[in-house]
């Protein structure tokens, strides 16, 4: 098991820039995918980003792709996501969860942070 902490949202006007970071607990972390998730009021958990255990691997929702880093380190047991060029519709509930499995699915993540806001204004 592995307990995770979001950190970093806040608000910004469209076209600037936040970094999220979620803070793990446990020594296996390196075993771990970790994923970014997203949750805007009224609308279903969607898959934002998504980074291997060894950090060599990523993957992006085509929505951020271009404009949003995943990034993790090992010796701080961190995951970063750097946020760029926001927009209103990237204003949501922000979550990390850690997977076993290389998947972008929610339902193949096990543990789950209680989340950070990010509010985007035009």
């Known amino acids: 098991q592995v307990q995770l902490a979001e950190s970093g949202g806040g608000s910004v006007q469209a076209g600037g820039s936040l970094t999220l970071s979620c803070a793990a607990s446990?020594?296996?972390?390196?075993?771990?995918?970790l994923g970014w998730f997203r949750q805007a009021p009224g609308k279903d958990r969607e898959f934002v980003a998504l980074i291997s255990g060894n950090g060599e691997n990523n993957y992006y929702a085509a929505p951020v792709r271009g404009r949003f880093t995943i990034s993790r380190d090992s010796a701080k047991n961190t995951v970063y996501l750097q946020m760029r060029s926001l927009r209103r519709e990237d204003t949501a509930d922000y979550y990390c969860?850690?997977?076993?499995?290389?998947?972008?699915?929610?339902?193949?993540?096990?543990?789950w942070g209680l989340g950070t806001q990010v509010t985007v204004s035009s």
């Open positions: 446990g020594r296996t972390f390196s075993r771990y995918a």
């Open positions: 969860a850690a997977s076993a499995l290389w998947a972008v699915d929610a339902i193949n993540y096990d543990d």
